[in-house]
């Protein structure tokens, strides 16, 4: 009978005290289970907004080096144009000096005595063969 009796006894549902006590405990084990929730909710949140600021500082500096090499390319890019237009500017010194010497007629007659052995009336012209000249003509013998 007795175990019959133990039987029932564990059976019938245990009816809870109600007093300030155990109300005040079972308060407090919310308090402590929500203020866990919202520990774990901000570690979440901290997570993310981390993930997503390393994600961002990778793309910024993935896009610094990528500029950086640009901005290289293009300086080279420059300094060859740079160098090519003094050239130009240069030659274009040159072509204008030479014009302004065909303008001279004394320096026309010149060029051609020079370069079309022409002479004035009574001038006699003597060519000289030059260094490489002379040698050539020598090795042909």
Do not use: W
């Amino acid at each position: 009978m007795e175990s019959r009796q133990q039987q029932k006894v564990h059976t019938k549902p245990v009816k809870k005290l109600d007093n300030d006590f155990v109300r005040s405990s079972e308060s407090y084990m919310r308090e402590r289970q929500l203020a866990q929730r919202l520990r774990i909710l901000a570690r979440r949140r901290i997570a993310v907004l981390l993930t997503l600021g390393l994600v961002g500082c990778l793309c910024a500096t993935f896009m610094l080096m990528n500029q950086k090499s640009r901005l290289a390319e293009k300086q080279e890019l420059k300094a060859a144009a740079e160098q090519r237009l003094a050239e130009v500017q240069n030659q274009q010194e040159l072509l204008n000096l030479q014009i302004t010497k065909l303008e001279d007629d004394e320096y026309i007659a010149k060029l051609a005595r020079k370069e079309y052995f022409l002479s004035e009336e009574g001038e006699i012209i003597f060519t000289i063969p030059t260094e490489g000249e002379g040698k050539k003509a020598e090795k042909a013998n």
